[in-house]
T-cell receptor, first 111, second 114 residues
């Protein structure tokens, strides 16, 4: 069974601060996706990383896929209250159509 | 392009009843996956359908079943509801469901079993 561990589980910061959340596994994933979910809504896809060592930037968000494709990080620069939400990573393994999700990091950005 | 649509958004059922949830994928998407999300267990994979066939299955009891129609719309059924079935049920659609294909989620159906 492929497992993804996300850390920290909860993070509360002030507006303007930087933060990094992590997604780690002992398994290799062919790709990894990051989602953000707001209460009562479905997860919204932020990015997909495929190549080991890949770095993708989405405005103030920087995503990195580990060289061995077992881990990933999400760095947010100058966090804003609108960044508040549950950040989920999901790994695509060997079975098509079946992603493994981490338990998520709940981020609260206070104004 | 319309997103993934799930109906109903909210549902309240009593123990022992059964329920059917519906998911309409993005037009052109042939893969539909279902997930159960609870505060304690996170997002748990239920099953995935592709071209009307169940292609993958998670570790849920047989009370949870699904199907997919020729237009790719999918339904999920839960029979003999238990209190622990209360959760947000999410479906995700993708073009092929292949490993690197991005999945897009609906808003979910919030099921409460009383």
């Amino acid at each position: 069974t492929q497992l993804l561990e996300q850390s920290p589980q909860f993070l509360s910061i002030q507006e303007g601060e930087n933060l990094t959340v992590y997604c780690n596994s002992s398994s290799v994933f062919s790709s990894l996706q990051w989602y953000r979910q707001e209460p009562g809504e479905g997860p919204v896809l932020l990015v997909t990383v495929v190549t080991g060592g890949e770095v993708k930037k989405l405005k103030r968000l920087t995503f990195q896929f580990g060289d061995a494709r077992k881990d990933s990080s999400l760095h947010i620069t100058a966090a804003q209250p609108g960044d508040t939400g549950l950040y989920l990573c999901a790994g695509a393994g060997t079975n098509a159509g079946k992603s493994t999700f981490g338990d998520g990091t709940t981020l609260t950005v206070k104004p | 392009k319309a997103g993934v649509t799930q109906t109903p958004r909210y549902l309240i059922k009593t123990r022992g009843q059964q329920v059917t949830l519906s998911c309409s994928p993005i037009s052109g998407h042939r893969s539909v996956s279902w997930y159960q999300q609870t505060p304690g267990q996170g997002l748990q994979f239920l099953f995935e359908y592709f071209s009307e066939t169940q292609r993958n299955k998670g570790n849920f009891p047989g009370r949870f079943s699904g199907r997919q129609f020729s237009n790719s719309r999918s339904e999920m059924n839960v029979s003999t509801l238990e209190l622990g079935d209360s959760a947000l049920y999410l479906c995700a659609s993708s073009w092929t469901g292949h490993r690197n294909t991005e999945a897009f989620f609906g808003q979910g159906t919030r099921l409460t079993v009383v």
